[in-house]
């Protein structure tokens, strides 16, 4: 059964720091792409960040802030992310990408198929 498992959100300062990760099992994390969304109240989902074997791609929003990595051998995604805003606030998915993605189009919620519970991140003094 595939399944994603998002973790490491919580409340922390503007201009603090959290890692979020995503545990990877049913599946071989190096045999697809993975993508990081956020939602906030009200607000659309959106692509945060996205991975796979050789490359990485940021939303203009994070970039220069967040980084993504992956470990293939503990199977899970993270996203560091540094010097934090308010507007950073929301909550956090991982997904794992369909094989209809096309790298152009990594954004797109529904280029994914499976998706992890979310994490809270809130950012706040």
């Known amino acids: 059964e595939v399944q994603l498992q998002a973790s490491g959100g919580g409340l922390v300062q503007p201009g603090g720091s959290l890692r979020l990760s995503c545990a990877a099992s049913g599946f071989a994390l190096d045999d697809y792409g993975i993508g990081w969304f956020r939602q906030a109240p009200g607000k659309e989902r959106e692509g945060v960040s996205y991975?796979?074997?050789?490359?990485?791609f940021y939303a203009d929003s994070v970039k220069g802030r967040f980084t993504i990595s992956r470990d293939n051998a503990a199977n899970t995604v993270y996203l560091q992310m540094n010097s934090l805003k308010p507007e950073d606030t929301a909550v956090y998915y991982c997904a794992r990408a369909a094989a209809r993605l096309i790298l152009s189009s990594w954004r797109a919620p529904t280029n994914y198929d499976y998706w992890g519970q979310g994490t809270q991140v809130t950012v706040s003094s």
């Open positions: 991975i796979n074997l050789s490359r990485k």
